[in-house]
């Protein structure tokens, strides 16, 4: 059993049930698109979310416990969330096959932040979505979410650079307060990101 695995062995919703506030007021930038992947995705708040929206959403996450959660939250809300145990680290993910994909705050080395993202880029097909909102190195003081590790923090230039072989939609990094569940408390610096695959 892994950290997250134990951490989601709670009746409580640790990230709350409602959706992230970026998924929420950019999900326009889905319309249009039917098949929706949602990367590390937990106790599946924003899949379940993006499931009553009409969308065939499929979430992926190393945790046994949060995708249970998933689809519980799924039945509650009288909707159908795909789930899939993934290790997204050294699992393969598919190619091409989505229509979209979402990440918010998937925690990764450094070292392997890019091929995680790589791979996301890939399971999209050409002219598809990819949406995230992960924390910035700049988080740590701020203390309202997020690892305590800079080293699982993101780097608002180097993710920039990752996007720019895509058509960028929106790219914004700053501060942002995000009430989601008890882990998630108040002023944070983050950075979002939609882009366009080329």
């Known amino acids: 059993m892994n950290t997250w695995d134990q951490r989601f062995q709670t009746a409580e ?101 890019w091929a995680v993202f790589q791979k996301i880029i890939d399971s999209v097909k050409p002219g598809g979505c990819i949406m995230m909102e992960l924390y910035s190195i700049y988080q740590l003081p701020y203390g309202s979410g997020g690892p305590q590790q800079i080293n699982l923090l993101y780097n608002p230039l180097e993710v920039l650079k990752w996007c720019q072989a895509h058509k960028i939609l929106h790219f914004f990094t700053g ?8 882990l998630h408390t108040g002023l944070a610096h983050t950075i979002q990101l939609i882009v366009q695959k080329s």
């Open 13 to 113: 919703y640790v990230y709350g049930e409602q959706p992230n506030a970026f998924i929420k007021d950019y999900a326009h930038h889905l319309e249009g698109y039917s098949s929706i992947a949602a990367y590390a995705e937990g106790e599946g708040r924003n899949a379940v979310y993006l499931a009553s929206k009409g969308y065939d959403v499929t979430a992926y996450d190393y945790a046994k416990s949060g995708l249970q959660k998933t689809e519980h939250l799924a039945k509650k809300h009288l909707v159908s969330v795909h789930t899939v145990l993934a290790d997204l680290l050294q699992d393969k993910l598919p190619v091409n096959m989505y229509d979209a994909a979402i990440m918010v705050f998937g925690h990764f080395p450094i070292e392997q932040q």
């Open 175 to 182: 501060e942002q307060i995000r009430y989601e569940g008890m």
